[in-house]
Each structure stands twice: as structure tokens, then as C-alpha cells.
């Protein structure tokens, strides 16, 4: 590291430096805070599916050495003078950081508060580059330092020490869930349907049923039923591998939040919406899609896509979380199991999100 600024100090973080190694402890370099930064020390970090997918370089572009995660929540211990000024933070507060750090704060898309993460030049949490071109390093880590303007409030019933660490995965699941039935509005008398029931689908659950709506699950196995029904509250499940469940279902859902990564029949799935429906996704397979044009010209059905939210938005999610008492199902491990992890996230053997206990991060 060549910038003054950027190595201020280090901390403690877990690494990978190439796509095929195994995690290690390492010092991960962090700026000076500046005048509009706010200093924190994590306590937790969610494991995302996308990290997997980053760290083993299937979307290709991965930079290392990497140090992943963007679920992150933790104490603030320093706040520079700007950013005391603003009255947002002080020393001791609970928060939370997401999947960006920065934006140019000037474009539409910022300017637009709900569409931040859309910002041409937006600085994610790691794998990215900041302003002064320095790489960025996430979660799995001891501190970090980020721009005020985006670190979320975590609200006081979602900062307790048996809440907290549920919550961290709000900062990412939460969020990306929570964003596209917001824009598809959804509400009571809604059906909406939720496919795949992982990290994901099993807090969309939890939000569509906090909306009001009548919420699906859809599975292409039984073994998540009894989940889906008895501790999500769904209202029905619905066995996709079915072809009579499927065929009786047709043109049935306004919307489908599809949170499958790899790829599937998206045609099966835009026969279950009624006329107008809406089919969300999230996942991000490295096949493309096909489609036939009939299966969303017939029924004027749409389909669209949808990343996380905007800081204002995340902060909406967060308070909504708070209010109706919603956190994730976690396993919670150490750093030092954080390659087993992603063996058993690799086989859909979670339930339904990993977090480390970053409090268990040691010094080099």
C-alpha cells in the first residue's frame, strides 16, 4: 500500500488472495479517519452468497487480496468533527453498513435518494475501488471506516446482544428484499409469491407477511416446508416440481420474488401470474435467461431485477424491521470456520444465513 492515508492503521480481518485459497488471518490496511468519517468496530458480519460467488471469481473481475462482507453491524468508537456536526452519530451508538460506502452524491441517481446503489461511480464495500483509487475491504474484519452519509441507525429493538447479530443480514438480505416489494407495492390482499427459501427468501417471508400480503413459498423440494408453514408463517406452500400443483396455481400471484442464484424456468414461474403480474428477481446465475415473449405478452406479465436499496431505503427497512420484531434465522461461527461455511452455503446447507463473530478476530 503505497497511500499515507490508506495505511493509517490495520485491523484484523480474514483474507482471501486468490480464487481458489483458503481464508487467513491477515492485517487488513484502513484509512485515517477523515472529517465525515465514522470510525467502527464490528461485531458481526453476515455471510452473503454473493461473497461466495466474489471470491471464487464467478462474475468474473474479482480483485485480491480480498476481504468480503457487507452485512456488517457494530459500535461506533470515533466520529470526525463533520460528521459529529451533522448529529447523526456519537460514540457507543449501534450501526449498521451495507453494500456501499460511497457514491458521487451527484448524479440523478443519488440525487433521487431511493436509487442510490444504481450511481454510476458507487463504491462498494469490498472488491471495489474508493475515489482515491485504494481497493476496498469489507467485513471480515475487526474495524471499518466509512463516510458518514452511509452508516444506517440500527434501531433500538434490533440492537439488543440476542437481536444484533439476527440483524446483521438485514443490511443486505433485508434490504434486497425489502426494496422490490416496496417498488411493487405491496399490501394486504396481495399474493405474493416467494421462490427459494434460503438467506434471501426466508426473510422476504417475514417482510410480504409484515405488508399484509398472502405469501407462497415456492420449492422445488418438501424438505422446507414445515419452516416455510410453522416458523415463517407462510401461508401456503407450493411444491414447483409439481406439474398439477403448478398447472392448478396458473395465473393465480401479482407478484413473484424470485431469490434463486442458479439458474431455473423463469417460463413456469410468469404462468403462475395473474394478468399484470410482476416477477422480481434477485439472483444473479452465470447462464443467461431464456424466455419465450408469449409467456409475458399473454397476460401483459413483466419481469425486472432489482439490487438491494438506497441508504434512505435501508434506513425505511431497518425501522420497518423494528416496529414488526424482524431478524433472520442465523448460524452464528467463528472467523476460523468461515471456509467450511462456504462449502455448506455452496450446498444450500444453511438455515439460513452464517454470521461471524468478529469479536472473536484476533491480531497477526
Not at 453476515?46 to 468474473?60: N, T, Y
Amino acid at each position: 500500500m503505497t497511500s499515507a492515508v490508506q495505511s493509517a492503521y490495520t485491523t484484523p480481518a480474514y483474507v482471501v488472495k486468490s480464487h481458489d485459497a483458503k481464508f487467513e488471518n491477515w492485517a487488513c490496511p484502513r484509512r485515517a479517519p477523515t472529517a465525515d468519517d465514522v470510525r467502527i468496530q464490528i461485531e458481526y458480519c453476515g455471510i452473503c452468497h454473493s461473497d461466495l460467488h466474489q471470491v471464487r471469481d464467478e462474475w468474473k473481475g474479482s480483485t485480491y487480496p480480498m476481504v468480503p462482507g457487507h452485512e456488517i453491524v457494530g459500535k461506533v468508537i470515533q466520529v470526525g468533527e463533520q460528521a459529529r456536526k451533522q448529529g447523526k452519530f456519537k460514540e457507543g451508538d449501534v450501526v449498521g453498513v451495507g453494500c456501499f460506502v460511497d457514491s458521487c452524491r451527484q448524479c440523478e441517481d443519488c440525487k433521487n435518494g431511493l436509487a442510490v446503489q444504481f450511481c454510476p461511480r458507487v463504491v462498494f464495500t469490498y472488491n471495489g475501488r474508493d475515489k482515491a483509487g485504494e481497493p476496498t475491504y469489507g467485513g471480515y474484519a475487526r474495524e471499518i471506516v466509512v463516510d458518514y452519509r452511509y452508516v444506517l441507525r440500527i434501531p433500538e429493538k434490533l440492537a439488543t446482544p440476542d437481536m444484533l447479530p439476527r440483524a446483521a443480514p438485514l443490511l443486505c438480505a433485508g434490504i434486497t428484499t425489502y426494496s422490490p416489494l416496496r417498488y411493487a407495492g405491496a399490501k394486504k390482499g396481495m399474493r405474493v409469491g416467494i421462490n427459494g427459501l434460503g438467506g434471501l427468501g426466508h426473510i422476504a417471508v417475514r417482510l410480504a407477511k409484515a405488508m399484509g400480503c398472502t405469501v407462497v413459498v415456492l420449492s422445488r423440494s418438501e424438505k422446507k416446508r414445515q419452516d416455510a408453514l410453522e416458523l415463517l408463517k407462510a401461508d401456503q406452500y407450493l411444491l414447483t416440481s409439481d406439474p398439477e400443483a403448478m398447472k392448478r396455481e396458473a395465473g393465480t400471484f401479482d407478484l413473484i420474488v424470485d431469490a434463486v442464484a442458479a439458474r431455473h424456468d423463469l417460463t413456469a414461474l410468469t404462468a403462475l401470474l395473474r394478468r399484470d403480474g410482476k416477477l422480481c428477481l434477485l439472483g444473479i446465475p452465470p447462464e443467461p435467461y431464456e424466455i419465450p415473449a408469449q409467456a409475458l405478452v399473454f397476460g401483459r406479465r413483466s419481469i425486472f431485477g432489482s439490487l438491494v436499496g438506497g441508504i434512505q431505503e435501508t434506513q425505511e427497512m431497518l425501522d420497518f424491521c423494528a416496529k414488526h420484531s424482524i431478524v433472520c434465522e442465523i448460524e452464528m461461527i467463528p472467523p476460523t470456520a468461515i471456509d467450511e461455511a462456504y462449502e455448506r452455503m455452496a450446498r444450500s446447507d444453511v438455515r439460513y444465513r452464517f454470521v461471524i463473530d468478529n469479536k472473536q478476530l484476533e491480531a497477526v
